[in-house]
């Protein structure tokens, strides 16, 4: 082994010591078959953590379908006809992400809503919007500035 060779074999060594991973870890269930995925922030973090699955998306979905992933969780009010229409909440991960952080998914037998996030473990629950938060903030602060 040359001199070159052992130094491109410790480069190798040293970045694959140092190399960052970029997988985002997510919930992953369905209220169908795991009612606690209805809401998983209700629960502890220990009794949380042996009832709802969390998994790598890199890992669990194929990588040829998507360069990255990101957090998805979906809310469904499914009609039947026989029957009470019922909640289902499931949590995973998606690899086509949309314009907007939440859109409407509704047709003649259900209504949902799809949120999409991108940190680990961001599809626990509702999401804030800072936006709107602003918003908030501004409008209230205008309304004590006129009020003084």
Known sequence: MTSRDRIICSLVILLSL?????????????????????DVNMYEDEIRSRLIPIVQCDTAIPSSIAPSFFCRKIVQTIFHSHRESEVRVTRGCGWIPDDRDCYRDDNSDHLGTVCQCFHDL???????????????FVAFAMVLHLLR
Not at 18 to 38: D, E, G, M, Q
Not at 122 to 136: E, K, L, M, R
């Open 122 to 136: 961001c599809n626990s629950g509702d999401s804030v919007d800072p936006a709107g938060i602003t918003f908030i």
């Open 18 to 38: 140092v190399y960052k991973s970029t997988c985002i870890s997510c919930y992953y269930c369905n209220s169908a078959n795991n009612t606690a995925c209805l």
